[in-house]
């Protein structure tokens, strides 16, 4: 069942709406680490109270920021997600404290993520990673004996 939106304020269901309900960014919190989810949602609560039926195209981490695409006819929407992105890449995707864009073990090359100084270390062994909006730790391996 979708809900349609009338100049009035009124809403009514409707059961035959062939559309699928417009993504919005709480949708695509897996496409980013856990540490920009509250940024994320924020920026939701702002763009809601522009156009409650904005909708999200596509949410993904590039050169250590968040890359935010939505479909809309809002000048100001740009702004927001600007001053979002922004934020993004100081903040770390892993825990959400303050970061910066980085390499592991800050080689001159290879993939860039923000990240904390307590987190670089286990991202740079390759001890933990992100994926589906959550952090993935590898498990330690045993102490041999001897």
């Given at each position: 069942?979708?809900?349609?939106?009338?100049?009035?304020?009124?809403?009514?269901?409707?059961?035959?709406?062939?559309?699928?309900?417009?993504?919005?960014?709480?949708?695509?919190?897996?496409?980013?680490?856990?540490?920009?989810?509250?940024?994320?949602?924020?920026?939701?609560?702002?763009?809601?109270?522009?156009?409650?039926?904005?909708?999200?195209?596509?949410?993904?981490?590039?050169?250590g920021a968040a890359r935010?695409?939505?479909?809309?006819?809002?000048?100001?929407?740009?702004?927001?997600?600007?001053?979002?992105?922004?934020?993004?890449?100081?903040?770390?995707?892993?825990?959400?404290?303050p970061g910066r864009p980085?390499?592991?073990?800050?080689?001159?090359?290879?993939?860039?993520?923000?990240?904390?100084?307590?987190?670089?270390?286990?991202?740079?062994?390759?001890?933990?990673?992100?994926?589906?909006?959550?952090?993935?730790?590898?498990?330690?391996?045993p102490q041999s004996a001897?």
């Amino acid at each position: 069942m979708t809900a349609a939106v009338f100049q009035d304020g009124r809403m009514q269901a409707s059961e035959n709406d062939s559309e699928p309900p417009a993504r919005q960014l709480p949708d695509d919190l897996r496409s980013v680490g856990p540490g920009w989810h509250p940024l994320l949602l924020r920026l939701h609560e702002r763009l809601v109270a522009v156009e409650p039926g904005y909708r999200v195209e596509r949410v993904t981490e590039k050169f250590g920021a968040a890359r935010i695409e939505v479909t809309t006819t809002h000048a100001e929407f740009r702004d927001l997600i600007s001053d979002a992105e922004q934020e993004s890449a100081t903040t770390c995707e892993f825990c959400g404290a303050p970061g910066r864009p980085r390499r592991r073990s800050d080689a001159d090359r290879g993939w860039i993520k923000a990240v904390c100084d307590s987190c670089h270390v286990p991202w740079s062994q390759h001890l933990i990673l992100i994926g589906h909006g959550e952090v993935w730790r590898k498990p330690a391996r045993p102490q041999s004996a001897g």
